[in-house]
Each structure stands twice: as C-alpha cells, then as structure tokens.
C-alpha cells in the first residue's frame, strides 16, 4: 500500500498549461499517474499532450471524474485555486506554489477544517507526495526512489532527496514520500502523515525531516508517544541557523526562545524517536532499527 | 519584513490606531526641523531593529531646539549593538500615566491570530510571562470570524485594566486586529500601549513584522526600505533574485533547497567549520544564477573556501556545473572550491567539472565528504 496518492489517484492539475505546470504534469504522467484532467479559466476545451483542460474544478471532476488536485499556479492565485479544488468535491489537494501570503493560508486552513473537513490539503511550499511504483503528484525526481517499507515526511524538498538517496544507498525502498512544505501553516502536519504512516501495513519504519521554526515538531514527538508503535527517526536541520532570520522557508525562523532545531531534539528524544545529526546518520540509524 | 518604529506607527495610523504626532529625520537640520515643527518637549528616538534603545541613550528628550540639535547629533551615527541609526523619529512628548503591553501574534501552532494584553508594559514581555504568566490575558480570534467587541471586553477585564479605559483600549484593539489583517502582519505589538495623564489611550512604540510572501498586494509596504539594517551582500543578493542570509564564518555555501543548504551549514559546523553563509540558489536555477550567486558569495571578504552542496531535483547538475565554470571564467576566485553534484544529470555535471581543469577546485561524493574538505581548505 502506499498513502495519499497511489493507484487510485485521479489527478487534474491546476496551472496545467503553464510551463513549469505542463513539465511536471507530463513528467507526473510519464512515471505512470493518473492525470486526468487539468483547469485553466480560458482555456477550457484545448488539451495537454491528449490531457483535456477545463476552465473549471467543477467541470473537470463532472467530466473526468478527477479525485486529487495538484495546485502550480502563481502564488496571488494559489488559495483561490485550493478552495475551488475543494468546493468541486475533490478529496486530496496537493499544493507546490510557493509564496503564498500566509493570511490566504490561514484563512485556507480553517474554511476547510470548517467546511470540508474531509479534504486533505498537502502543502503549500512542498515537492508533493511520490508513492514509488504507485504514483507521482509533485515535482519530486522519482529516478531517485524505488519501492520499498520506509515512509518520509518532510518539510524541505532537497533535503527529502537527500535523505532519500542516503537510504537508498543502503539498500531501502519507500511506501512513500510526503513534503509537508516549509510555510507558516501547512494544510497537512507531521500528526496528519505520520498517522497515515502507522495505519499504512506496508511501512515499517517513519523518517521524520524536520526544521527550526513553528512547533510541528514538537507536537509530532508527543503524539508519538501516545499513539505510535511503529520506529520513528527523525532528523532536524537548522542546528546553526541564528535567531531572528528566516532561513529560505517562510516557516523557519526562530523568534526568541521558540522554534530552535535543539528544543525540537529534545522534544523527539525524550519521546523516544532517535535523531540522526546528519542525513547520513539517520540512514545509520535506519539500519540499526530494521536490519540489513 | 520588520519595520521601523515610526514605520509600523504610521501603518497605526492608517487605521485609526491612535499614535503621537512626529516625523522621520535622516539628518540633524532635518530633526530640529521637525521639532520646532511639532512643539516642545519633544523626544528624539533613535530609529533601529534592536531592543533597549534608551538604555543605549537613543532616546532623549528635547526642551528646546538647541537641546534636539544635541541630541539628534548624538543619536544620529550612534551604534546600537551592532545597529547603526540612520534615522531619528520626533514625536511629540506624552504625559504618561500608565503603561501596558498589547500584541497580536501569528499564531502557527494554533492557526489563528493570538492576542495578548497586559498592565504590566515597557518591560520585556518574555520576562512577564516567566515571572508572572497570570499577569497576561490572552486569546485568540477565530480568522474566519474576526476581532468582536466582546474580545476587546474580555482582554481587557482578564488583564485587570481600570473601569474607566476598558472602553477606549477595546477599541484600540479593534483598530490593531484590523491594521493586522489588512497589512497582512505576522506579529504587532504595542509596548508601552499608555493611558495619559488625560486618560486617553495611545500607541507609544510599535513593533511591526509584515508577510513578505503578501507584498505583491501591498505596494505601500513593498516599498518600505531599512538601508541599514541589510548588509552590502544581503542587498546584493535581494536585487538577484536569491535567498542569501549573512552569518558570521568563512566558508561560503551554495546549495538548492533552503531545508538541505540548513542541513549543510549543520554539517560544515560538526566538522569544525563556520559558515559564512546560508544562500539557497532555488529549485530549477539556470547556470547564470550560479555564476550570479558565486558572485555574491566571493563579494564577503570573510571568505576563504566556498562549498558547492547540489542534490538535484528540478535543478540540473550539468547547468549548475556551467555557472561554475562561468564564473571562474568571469571572476577569476582566489579562493578553494568543494564541489559536490548529485542527482538529476550528475554525471553530466560532474564531466563538466573535470574538464573544465579548474584551478583549486576538488570534488566530493558525498555531503559529508565534502563538509570534511571544505573545513580543511578554509584553513589552509
């Protein structure tokens, strides 16, 4: 099995037309993902590659029955698209746009926890959700990953990469791979994934890539605790970062006392989720717990 | 993007959050100019992104213009812990009857805006909350729904404030909820918020950090500049297009992905290095934002080695490995390169590489391999 995306996944991509949205489009579908549709107000009746375009949500799930958005517009864009996706019924949406305003988040995250409490929003700011051998919705290389029993969540992109590659160095697979995304307000938190990953009877073991700022982290570990048999490793990048400054991610800051890579350290390690201090080590660590 | 104090005071103003009068100055003429225009006692306010301006003696009182004269002297040029002040404010002087705290946060964990109010102001609020956590009233507002004026009442009542300004703060709180939403700020804080000796209520300092992510629809905003408060690489690289934060080392690092250039700069520290600093080239960065980035990079005298950490997604290795070979042909650096190139066409990249024969430029196949070779390069 695999979660979030995988081989009943009916994807329809917003921003399809564009050209980063047509690359990775055609590159999702190349690897074998269901892309259905896609929306472009105006250009409703023209194609990609033989993708039928829809002007939108709601025409493009009544006509191709589409269950899963991928949001690429531009960022001014973004929220409006994520809430139509939602409005029109679909199910799971998939943000990559970065930079949108974190208010259009916020208000986002709470119209659907309110409205459509049933739809997964995954990101914004994230490389999507790749199931390797199942399903690719993102911008996430799948070249670099194969099937296999360890689940991710991250919230960088490269740094998933990364990660990814150091493990599959060593010889392991993944039921998948999920960017949460690097913004103030993720529609989707390590909670939300690292849940799917426990019930998910294919993955044994759960990386968690995390990093300074907000307290997702933080909030994962004590959850962990609770609820979670499965083995967690997690890793946190921005030991170093200085206070005060945002490192690339509009999310990760440390204001004052709050948000350090160390607290967050802490937090995992005294719930018992062993930390790697460098990529390489979390794949060392990997090894230990599930054996070669 | 944080703002200056008189910044987030005229932002008060534009929505009716009650502010003293005063005006910007960058030089002294300028300053006594704006105190004769606004009357004495004036005070004359050093204008930085720094805490404990008035410990530093940039905040002075002015009884005449001979007195603003001496102190805009002083204050313009002074440093503040490391900031210099290129600009004073003087606002009119306030009778001041008492002092409290009023802020609103972005709350991430709770998704939604927090407020907090207090009686105890002009004193570190961190420090309140330690010693005396009761002392704050707080509460958030549901974003769908907005700051009501029962929000106002029961802040005001919780944080003990006295009969007669409960109504004028509530309102105050209105204005700044409304000022937060419709500037789109992450953080607004007003310390001291002060009753005056006339029981009117007004915002003496104001602390003010903007979304940069929403400054496409904030014209006004986007062109709020605070020349002193970025440095000569940090500038360099805003007008380029890069993600570039300065820190205080002598190894430069360039990598795509702002979660895995964090991870880099952890790992160059664990081998005893010290980065000098954080630049994300982006995903899908086309060989003359590399040569642009080297650029940056080499323009910090500090440093003495830079490393290359690519793990490629979107971004090429072989366009990553042209800029390389660019900007050796274009800036001739002086110092050692570690190169490391992984991921989407790496071998290309790396073929790239070795055959341009650059001078002091070694390779790694590994994050840590390289981190290990970059932190002996800097050394020699």
Not at chain 2, 120 to 146: F, K, N, W
Request: hydrophobic share 40%.
């Amino acid at each position: 099995m695999s979660i979030i995306v995988g081989k009943d996944t009916k994807l329809c991509v917003s921003g399809i037309t564009g050209s980063e949205g047509t690359f990775h489009t055609l590159n999702n579908k190349n690897y074998g993902t269901d892309v259905v549709s896609g929306v472009t107000p105006g250009k409703g009746g023209q194609d990609v590659d033989g993708i039928p375009v829809f002007n939108t949500f709601h025409n493009a799930v009544g006509e191709t029955g589409a269950n899963t958005a991928m949001i690429f517009v531009p960022p001014p864009f973004a929220a409006d698209s994520i809430l139509e996706a939602a409005d029109a019924g679909i199910e799971t949406v998939i943000c990559i746009t970065e930079g949108i305003p974190a208010h259009d988040e916020l208000r986002v995250y709470n119209f659907l926890k309110s409205a459509h409490p049933s739809v997964r929003l995954i990101g914004p700011n994230c490389p999507g959700v790749l199931s390797p051998g199942k399903a690719n919705v993102g911008i996430i290389p799948a070249a670099f990953f194969k099937e296999g029993n360890v689940g991710v969540v991250s919230r960088s992109g490269t740094l998933t990469y990364q990660i990814g590659n150091e493990l599959a160095q060593r010889g392991f697979g993944n039921s998948s791979i999920v960017g949460i995304g690097g913004d103030p307000v993720p529609g989707s938190s390590f909670i939300d994934v690292i849940a799917l990953f426990q019930d998910d009877p294919e993955t044994e073991l759960i990386v968690m890539s995390g990093e300074i700022g907000g307290s997702a982290e933080e909030e994962a570990a004590d959850y962990i605790k609770a609820n979670v048999t499965k083995p967690v490793v997690g890793y946190i990048a921005g030991v170093t970062a200085p206070p005060g400054k945002t490192m690339g991610h509009a999310g990760a800051i440390v204001s004052g006392s709050s948000g350090s890579a160390a607290a967050k350290i802490e937090a995992l390690e005294g719930n018992g989720v062993r930390v790697g201090r460098t990529p390489t080590e979390v794949a060392d660590i990997a090894i230990e717990v599930l054996g070669k | 993007m944080d703002l200056l104090e008189y910044q987030g005071k005229q932002l008060f103003a534009r929505h009716g959050v009650p502010v003293p009068a005063g005006k910007p100055a960058t030089t002294v003429d300028e300053a006594v100019a704006a105190a004769q225009e606004i009357g004495f006692p004036c005070v004359v306010k050093a204008q930085v992104l720094i805490g404990g301006r008035g410990k530093a003696g940039g905040i002075k009182v002015a009884k005449d213009a001979d007195e603003a004269r001496e102190h805009a002297t002083a204050i313009l040029g002074m440093d503040i812990k490391g900031h210099t002040v290129h600009e004073v404010w003087i606002e009119e002087a306030s009778d001041i009857a008492e002092e409290y705290y009023a802020s609103i946060v972005f709350d991430r964990a709770a998704k939604a805006p927090l407020f907090m109010l207090s009686t105890q102001g002009g004193m570190d609020i961190e420090e309140v909350a330690e010693s005396d956590p009761t002392a704050i009233a707080r509460l958030h507002v549901d974003p769908l729904l907005g700051f009501q004026a029962f929000h106002g009442r029961r802040l005001a009542y919780e944080a003990g404030l006295p009969a007669d300004v409960i109504r004028p703060v509530g309102a105050l709180l209105a204005k700044l909820y409304e000022a937060f939403t419709a500037e789109e700020a992450m953080l607004v804080e007003v310390n001291p918020l002060t009753v005056l000796s006339d029981r009117s209520v007004k915002a003496l300092d104001a602390k003010v950090t903007l979304d940069g992510n929403s400054l496409f629809r904030h014209a006004d905003n986007a062109a709020l500049r605070n020349v002193g408060a970025e440095d000569e690489q940090e500038q360099m690289a805003k007008e380029r297009g890069l993600t570039y934060v300065k820190l205080d080392g002598d190894i430069g690092i360039l990598g795509n992905g702002a979660g895995l250039v964090m991870s880099t700069l952890d790992v160059v520290s664990q081998f005893g290095g010290k980065p000098a600093n954080f630049l994300d080239a982006g995903g899908g960065s086309k060989a003359e934002a590399i040569t642009s980035a080297v650029e940056v990079i080499l323009s910090d005298p500090k440093v003495k080695a830079v490393l290359f950490n690519i793990f490629g997604g979107i971004t090429r290795c072989d366009e990553v490995a042209n800029g390389l070979v660019e900007a050796f042909k274009q800036l001739n650096p002086q110092v050692p390169f570690v190169v490391r190139l992984d991921g989407t066409n790496d071998v290309e990249g790396r073929r790239i590489v070795a055959e341009a024969n650059l001078p002091n430029v070694q390779t790694a196949s590994t994050m840590n391999e390289a981190a290990e070779k970059v932190v002996e390069a800097a050394k020699s």
